[in-house]
């Protein structure tokens, strides 16, 4: 029971000092075209998993280049790899590779 | 931090404040928290500077807290401050002072309004005369009573008993200030060095022998928030403001926080108690928390008042280390006795914080 | 009788040659012992990584042309007009000069960064303008306050611009630009630092720009992250603190850098009002001096015989502003024979 009938909220805020950023580098690495995206979000307007769940690739590759990883955990499994989002990015990102590297790496 | 590159941002702007003839606006919780905090400014201000301050017994709440908690409406609170600037003018005072900065930014958002905005003051005229048969003038000067205390720095430390040193080593106590989100936040211009870089309790510090530590967190709010507080389900989020300024504050060493608003010198105090119960943290040296005062405390304690005659007893961090530091000579018995001699009991030891 | 140009900036140098070589005699005014104006502040010009110093070459060759006098270290101090509509001015050191057309290319100053007190800037010893860092450039020397290669770099866009709270709520056109020039020349010199760039739109409207910022993130690895920095703190290591959001995440965003650039905007030049009260022009929303039509009047004032070019009427690249005199050029020749 806790005396107080409240605790301390965690921060929201994302600390990219101690976020772990390997994924990001992975992401670098393996996928160059990923560091060209500029946040259209073109490919989660036509995403068909985005359409009908949470799953929102274009905040997932951005939380994941921040270190903020927690949420690729629940999410990432529910593409389809469909790759309609890598017809539609004005930007060419190879989207199907980086969710690839993201999968690799969460289910390493 | 380059202190000549802040003076220089601001040194077209001196925020104006009136000499003498104060009618003097308490807080309706410093009394309760800081009990001495009020009584040490009066007694300073009258005694020590020799300046005339009308401490008005009609005077009310400015019933900020309740307009802030979104349970007085504006008229309402409009009508209360417009009886205040009433007792002001009956008393023949032109400078209104208050001691709560929730006060000082209501008088600064209401006086602004009624710039702003003539027929708002027209009604509030309409509604004060209707309730009470009263009428006012608009205060000639508006100063927080920080504001004053700063004015006066340099006249206080040439009556000083004590500096702001560590005698022990002879060097500066290292201070970081909390100025309070309503005395510049809203109206930056209003406030001594504005928002960003406020020199209001600094420039006390500093005229006082201590070394003002600016920290990152430095500006941020304590949480309190009003209604954020109030409600018991949000104030897991208000105390987490607090948390955040003490960890950012604790790698530089702080002697003591000094603050500028009621409110937050409660937070700042009695949070440390809070987390230290529900995480076991604790922020000061040994266990022992940061001592927090008030300015006006601060101000007392330079002058050579007895700690327990300001009411330092009553912080919830213990001050004791702090005073030891600045060599300044006081009972520890008498502590917990009141004015007559007489046992006030104790408080019950914290499970972390030393005390 | 002839043009007289003050200003001898990028602006006044260009209209001044094209007005030369077509025949007109040209009295050019410059305030400082040198011409060129915020030109000499530039090490690398974009797009297309041009030194500035070869510009300011070129301009000062075209300027030894005959017909040009140029006059350094001058000010106008009084303005009249005679019967015929001669105009006359007279400058600080007492001389007076007289003329058909005046031509006001008095330029821009960059935003004093002070301004934004919550970036530090002259209280926190690692922020720096984007001017700054061009000087630095020309040194090639980039170091914090404490003597070391910094680690983590953020260039803070729309230092200036685009913020009520200054007063100024343009545009300034060239500082997004300029951050991912300065990003790609601070990756040259330190190929190990993670450098960021803090937007709030980037506007990459120019040839070749959108091109150099997706070379910026590809080939550079410069980040971007779109949000405006809300404020910075100093720590115990002199390095700065900064609070934005991340709002292509929806997320606050904290982290330390080593060495803050903010890119400052344009302001109207020093000098600027007095200017528009002495010749009687008008004043634009934004400060600078109103032209008397958007389209077909940009380099023509409200007053007859008075023209206005380069960063005098708003800001603009320097493209744009070569571009802009050529165009004065032509406005005064024509007004000439008319």
């Known amino acids: 029971m806790n005396f107080w009938g409240f605790s301390i909220s965690e921060a929201r805020v994302i600390d990219y000092d101690k976020n772990d950023k390997t994924l990001a580098q992975i992401m670098a690495t393996e996928v160059p075209s990923s560091k060209l995206c500029i946040g259209c979000g073109g490919c989660t307007a036509t995403c068909s998993a985005g359409n009908l769940t949470e799953f929102n690739i274009r905040k997932l590759q951005m939380l994941a280049k921040r270190g903020e990883n927690k949420e690729l955990q629940t999410q990432l499994h529910k593409c389809m790899l469909c790759g309609k989002c890598l017809l539609v990015c004005p930007r060419g990102v190879d989207t199907r590779r980086m969710i690839w590297s993201m999968l690799r790496f969460i289910n390493s | 931090m380059n202190l000549e590159g802040k003076q220089q941002i601001w040194k077209d702007y001196q925020k104006d404040i009136a000499d003498d003839r104060y009618y003097y606006a308490r807080s309706c919780i410093r009394q309760t928290f800081f009990p001495g905090s009020e009584w040490a400014y009066l007694d300073i201000l009258g005694n020590k500077l020799g300046k005339t301050v009308f401490d008005d017994p009609r005077h009310t709440t400015c019933t900020g807290i309740g307009y802030h908690s979104d349970v007085v409406p504006v008229e309402t609170i409009m009508t209360v401050v417009a009886r205040h600037f009433a007792l002001m003018t009956e008393a023949g005072f032109e400078n209104i002072t208050p001691s709560c900065i929730t006060s000082f930014g209501i008088y600064t958002e209401i006086l602004h309004t009624w710039e702003q905005h003539p027929e708002w003051e027209e009604k509030t005229r309409d509604f004060l005369w209707k309730a009470t048969k009263r009428e006012f003038k608009k205060p000639k000067n508006l100063a927080h009573t920080s504001d004053v205390i700063y004015k006066f720095r340099n006249e206080i430390a040439a009556q000083k008993k004590y500096s702001l040193t560590d005698v022990h080593t002879g060097q500066p106590l290292r201070v970081v200030d909390h100025i309070g989100c309503h005395y510049a936040k809203m109206f930056p211009s209003k406030g001594i060095g504005g928002a960003e870089f406020p020199a209001v309790l600094s420039g006390m510090v500093n005229a006082w022998g201590g070394e003002s530590i600016d920290y990152p967190e430095r500006r941020h709010c304590c949480g309190f928030g009003f209604r954020n507080y109030l409600v018991m389900a949000n104030r897991g989020f208000s105390v987490a403001n607090s948390k955040k300024k003490f960890e950012s504050m604790q790698p530089y060493e702080p002697d003591f926080i000094v603050t500028n608003c009621p409110g937050c010198a409660m937070f700042l105090d009695k949070w440390q108690y809070t987390i230290s119960e529900m995480e076991g943290t604790t922020y000061g040296p040994n266990g022992y928390g940061i001592p927090v005062l008030t300015y006006e405390e601060m101000a007392a304690l330079v002058l050579g008042y007895d700690p327990w005659e300001i009411g330092l007893q009553m912080h919830q961090v213990s001050v004791d280390p702090l005073l030891e530091k600045m060599g300044i000579s006081y009972d520890p018995e008498a502590k917990y006795k009141n004015i007559r001699g007489e046992n006030i009991g104790r408080p019950q030891c914290p499970t972390y914080l030393k005390v | ?338």
């Open chain 3, 1 to 338: 009788m002839s043009v007289i140009i003050i200003g001898a900036g990028p602006a006044g140098c260009e209209a001044a040659y094209r007005l030369a070589r077509s025949g007109e005699s040209v009295e050019l005014i410059e305030k400082e012992a040198e011409i060129g104006g915020n030109l000499n502040n530039w090490y690398q010009l974009f797009p297309d990584r041009k030194q500035a110093a070869d510009l300011k070459a070129k301009l000062r060759k075209n300027i030894e042309h005959p017909q040009i006098h140029l006059h350094l270290k001058s000010k106008p101090v009084a303005f009249s007009r005679q019967g015929d509509g001669t105009i006359q001015l007279t400058l600080d050191d007492g001389a007076l000069i007289t003329g058909k057309a005046l031509l006001v290319a008095s330029g821009f100053r960059t935003f004093d960064a002070h301004r934004k007190e919550e970036y530090g800037y002259g209280i926190y010893e690692n922020v720096i303008t984007s001017v700054e860092l061009e000087n630095a450039f020309i040194n090639h020397q980039i170091n914090t306050s404490t003597g070391h290669a910094p680690k983590r770099i953020g260039l803070i866009h729309c230092v200036g611009s685009r913020d009520e709270k200054i007063c100024r709520l343009y545009c300034s056109k060239l500082c997004c630009v300029t951050a991912v020039k300065q990003a790609i020349e601070l990756r040259e010199m330190l190929p190990e630092a993670e450098i960021l760039c803090f937007y709030m739109d980037m506007r990459m409207f120019g040839p070749g720009y959108e091109e150099m910022y997706r070379e910026a993130q590809e080939k550079y690895n410069i980040k971007f992250v779109r949000g405006r920095l809300s404020e910075a703190s100093e720590d115990r290591e002199k390095r700065l603190i900064i609070k934005v959001e991340d709002t292509l995440v929806g997320k606050p965003l904290k982290m330390t850098l080593d060495l803050m650039v903010l890119m400052v905007g344009m302001e109207p030049a020093e000098g600027n009002d007095q200017l528009i009260s002495m010749l009687n022009l008008q004043t634009a929303p934004n400060g600078f001096i109103q032209v008397s039509d958007p389209h077909s009047g940009t380099n023509c004032t409200h007053q007859k015989g008075i023209f206005v070019t380069g960063c005098s009427s708003s800001p603009m690249n320097l493209t744009d502003t070569l571009t802009d005199a050529r165009s004065a050029a032509v406005t005064i020749s024509e007004y000439l024979n008319s």
